[in-house]
Every structure is written in C-alpha cells, then in structure tokens.
C-alpha cells in the first residue's frame, strides 16, 4: 500500500508542476509549436537518465524511490498523450511541417536528454 501512496504523491506533485511549466512558457510562445509541452518532455527526460544512474547504479535504491520519482513524479510531469494530441491538432489545421518538427525533434531530443543524463551523472557521481 505504502507504494501506491507514494505513486500518487509523486504523481499529483508531477501533474500540477508539468501544468504550471506548460502554463509559464505557453505564456511567451507565440508560434504554432507546442513549446511547453516539448520542454516538459525533455525536462523529464533528461531527469529520468539521472534518475536511472543514480537509483540503479550508484545508490542501489530503485525499489525504495522508483515508484515516488521516476513512476510518479516524472510518470505525471512527462505526457505522451498530449504529446500525441499536440501533433494530431497540428496536422488537422494544416500545420504540417511544424508537425512533422515536433514529432521528429520530440522523439530525438528527449532521447538525447535521456542519454544526457545519464552520462552527466556517470561522469558527476
């Protein structure tokens, strides 16, 4: 039980930060681009490859913070879903190379932040 408690601590405190950083930078962008939800996802990304370092590799403790961080927090602040939608939205008003962008740059970027992370970490610890 203690786990799903800590799932959904983790998860509720993910959802409303990716909604207040979303909300910020969606408030300066003035292009077609889905920035806020973009950044979030990289944003997670890259602390999913410090996370995955520093629980499995380095500190040995995946069961004890895996379900609060990485299951809830980054699970609730990274969003394929809208993700999804945002790219759907995109190519249904005719926005199709901004589309295509965000579904490319989005799929390579948070990659990247992921391996980044990860090896900043490897280096940091």
């Not at 609060?68 to 969003?79: P, W, Y």
Request: charged share 5%; glycine share 8%.
């Amino acid at each position: 039980m203690h786990t799903y408690i800590a799932i959904a601590i983790g998860g509720a405190v993910g959802a409303m930060s990716r909604y207040w950083l979303s909300t910020l930078i969606e408030n300066y962008n003035s292009s077609h681009y889905p920035y806020g939800t973009f950044l979030v996802n990289v944003a997670g990304s890259f602390l999913i490859g410090v996370c995955f370092i520093v629980f499995a590799e380095k500190l040995h403790l995946v069961d004890q913070w895996r379900p609060l961080i990485v299951i809830g927090f980054l699970g609730a602040l990274t969003t394929f879903s809208t993700y999804s939608l945002d790219a759907l939205l995109l190519f249904q008003q005719g926005h199709y190379n901004t589309a295509l962008l965000y579904v490319l740059s989005s799929l390579l970027v948070c990659l990247f932040a992921a391996f980044c992370g990860m090896q900043l970490t490897r280096v940091m610890f």
